[in-house]
């Protein structure tokens, strides 16, 4: 049974083909949405449609490598083209890599604010400019508690998820009157598939296996355990609910306490 009641809603989700994007674009088909989901992935884009429940119109795959500019630019135009309107966009696409500060290369370096920080700000200005402010909107970015603080093993991942910060704050003051709401959800360790390569990074700077950080990262959270990306698209199906609708320009932690002892 749905949470929220998302009848009658279109759904854009970046990175919807696996991890956050796809609890979360699981959550709102259930609740009636309508869901565009974006991910450069086509195969795993196939088995997000499939498993999606059907709302009465087609679901919608676009396949888009949003480290492009110019294909992170058409996303929204593309997705107006099939719906013709849009009330939900979670931008939960990200790159991360775990690289000593000195061998961060320039091509890394731009990979993750072109996919964390660029294409995030197109598609959000984009998609605030064609919704409608009688019916208002919802964009809810996915952070993350790194960018909080300083990294030394992912120093570009924590600088692009501070900016995500900063960048949501912009839009929630540049668009709030027209009925939009910006907000920002931050992730703990969750077990996403990026982590696998996350991982490759961890093991080349410290010799260890992945279910050595999962169980010191367990270890370390307040409530005893890791993220599930459900837990997050929980918070990003309430921010986009109208229960949700009085929150504005916001960081939400989702990490069982993490932030308190990392």
């Not at 009848?7 to 009636?32: D, H, M, R, W, Y």
């Not at 598609?123 to 030394?152: C, F, L, P, Q, W």
Request: positive net charge; charged residues 20%.
């Amino acid at each position: 049974m749905a949470t929220y009641d998302f009848k009658n809603k279109v759904a854009l989700i970046t990175g919807a083909a696996s991890g956050i994007g796809f609890a979360a674009a699981k959550q709102f088909a259930e609740g009636g949405a309508r869901i565009v989901g974006v991910d450069r992935n086509g195969e795993r884009l196939k088995n997000l449609l499939s498993a999606l429940p059907r709302n009465g119109q087609p679901h919608v795959a676009i396949e888009k490598d949003l480290r492009l500019v110019a294909e992170a630019q058409a996303v929204v135009p593309e997705a107006m083209q099939f719906t013709g309107r849009l009330d939900i966009v979670v931008n939960a696409a990200g790159v991360c890599y775990f690289t000593k500060m000195n061998e961060i290369t320039p091509e890394e370096y731009n990979e993750v604010f072109d996919v964390n920080v660029r294409a995030l700000f197109f598609i959000s200005v984009a998609a605030a400019e064609t919704m409608d402010a009688s019916r208002g909107g919802r964009i809810i970015n996915v952070g993350s508690n790194a960018g909080r603080k300083g990294r030394a093993w992912s120093a570009h991942y924590a600088a692009s998820k501070a900016a995500v910060k900063n960048i949501t704050e912009s839009l929630a003051l540049s668009y709030g009157s027209k009925n939009i709401s910006v907000n920002t959800v931050c992730p703990g360790p969750t077990k996403t598939p990026m982590w696998e390569t996350n991982f490759k990074g961890l093991k080349a700077i410290t010799g260890k296996d992945p279910e050595e950080f999962w169980h010191m990262w367990s270890r370390q959270t307040p409530l005893g355990r890791v993220g599930r990306p459900a837990d997050v698209a929980n918070v990003i199906c309430f921010l986009a609910s109208e229960k949700g609708g009085f929150i504005n320009g916001q960081e939400i932690n989702v990490c069982g306490g993490f932030m308190l002892t990392s």
